[in-house]
């Protein structure tokens, strides 16, 4: 706006923030915590119809004002019941802050259908009046809520090890909020509690004054249940970013997709890696793919980099673990594991290149490097099972397997690594026999 309305709407913020301080002085500690959230809500309503620099500005400092207000108001005292439920006054004060913030959210983008989801004609009209600044707010309000009840819980609930539980069920409830008002920022506002929680199972063991808990001591369920939330929330964003995008991403696009997904893939293998015997983290992450490949097809850009992330993950671990001391023939499952890890390492590949990649010549030579790999990987495989004299003949059955895949698959290129395969087992054997 300018001239005359850029001073109506300096008036009206004017206004609206005196009549909250009027409010603000008549009311007890906990009704002056809603105040400010309150004010957002105005302001929300009002840049549905105009929206310029003066109401943005007013908006973040009345959200200012209420993280800051959570911390410095008297806590009041007391419980309340609410349903079921009866809990501390602070609490119900401070939830039903978040509620009014959330609500501001809602108001932003206008995604509160009544009793029915939005048909295709809403999505289209939607789409078509789209509004980035609006989204943006709706998004600041939502992650206000939820950065004042994570750092709450963290406060009052710091020294116990059901801290990451708990933070993992808000992010849930913050999902579900996102999902049944339609309003993707309130649902990727999951991410701060959930993250936080991530956080502090790495970081609170050196931060406590004493350890109270420790990463070990937290129970396995605990660690399932938070990388559950993480990817419900990641599935979620991947799932806007590609609606947002209409398919086409770019490359760092699509890199970025796949983040959030990262936190639950770490956690989850420090929870099982002391139960995974040598060389199975290889192939559970190549087990993993498998599903992964299902999702292909709806297009979510960050399963789409993990489709491909993963099975590098694992044929780099598995090379790295064949380094070790550990002989392959030490154990008496390594060979049928090596053959389980191949065969995955196959269905991948062979997924990979008829659901991603069209026939080109950059799909050939992903799909003859891939196949290089699985033979490499066999290879050493093999190698670290029996390196004697032997190993000539191993290599021939191993080249022997990659062209039946080839056959069986009807793919070529198996046939030739396979074939590639059979010289080096020849020249092995002429230099055993030199």
């Known amino acids: 706006m300018h001239g005359g309305g850029a001073l109506i ?4 913020a004017t206004a609206i923030l005196a009549f909250l301080a009027c409010l603000f002085l008549s009311f007890t500690p ?3 915590l809603t105040v400010p959230a309150a004010g957002c809500i105005v302001i929300a309503l009002l840049s549905r119809w105009w929206r310029d620099s003066v109401q943005r500005w007013t908006e973040y400092g009345l959200l200012a004002i209420t993280l800051l207000l959570s911390f410095t108001l008297p806590a009041p005292t007391g419980h309340v019941l609410i ?3 009866f809990i501390s006054a602070q609490w119900a004060w401070l939830l039903a802050t978040a509620g009014l913030l959330f609500v501001a959210a809602c108001t932003h983008t206008c995604r509160i259908f009544v009793g029915r989801r939005p048909s295709d004609e809403t999505r289209a009209v939607d789409s078509i009046h789209y509004r980035p600044e609006e989204e943006y707010l709706a998004i600041v309000c939502a992650f206000a809520a939820a950065l004042m ?14 801290l990451p539980a708990v933070l993992a069920a808000q992010g849930m409830v913050f999902l579900g909020i996102g999902a049944m008002t339609f309003t993707p920022a309130c649902a990727l506002a999951g991410f701060v509690p959930v993250f936080a929680a991530h956080a502090l199972f790495y970081a609170f063991p050196y931060l406590a004054a004493s350890a109270a808990w420790a990463p070990a001591d937290t129970p396995h369920g605990h660690l399932y249940g938070l990388c559950a939330a993480t990817l419900a929330l990641a599935l979620s964003a991947d799932g806007l970013l590609r609606t947002r995008l209409g398919g086409a991403t770019s490359l760092v696009e699509k890199i970025m997709a796949a983040i959030p997904y990262l936190p639950a893939l770490a956690l989850f293998l420090l929870a099982v890696h002391d139960a995974l015997p040598p ?6 992450l190549g087990a993993i ?4 490949l299902l999702f292909l097809r709806r297009g979510l850009p960050g399963i789409t980099t993990l489709a491909f992330l993963f099975p590098t993950l694992s044929i780099i671990t598995f090379l790295l673990a064949a380094r070790g001391d550990v002989p392959g023939y030490s154990a008496s499952w390594y060979l049928p594991l090596l053959g389980a890890y191949v065969a995955c390492l196959v269905l991948v590949e062979r997924l990979l290149v008829r659901r991603l990649l069209a026939a080109t010549w950059t799909s050939a030579v992903l799909s003859y490097s891939f196949v290089a790999f699985i033979a490499l990987t066999g290879a050493v ?8 004299n032997l190993y000539f003949a191993a290599l021939f059955g191993f080249a022997a397997l990659l062209a039946f895949y080839g056959r069986f698959l009807d793919a070529k290129v198996y046939v030739r690594i396979a074939l590639a395969l059979f010289v080096v087992g020849m020249l092995v054997w002429g230099n055993i026999l030199l």
């Open 279 to 284: 060389y199975g983290l290889p192939v559970l």
């Open 9 to 12: 709407s300096l008036y009206t």
């Open 30 to 32: 906990g009704i002056q």
């Open 149 to 162: 009840t994570t750092l709450h819980t963290i406060l009052i609930r710091g020294d116990s090890e059901m």
């Open 381 to 388: 495989g093999i190698y670290k099972w029996n390196s004697g």
């Open 83 to 85: 349903g079921p439920f």
């Open 289 to 292: 793919t498998l599903p992964l």
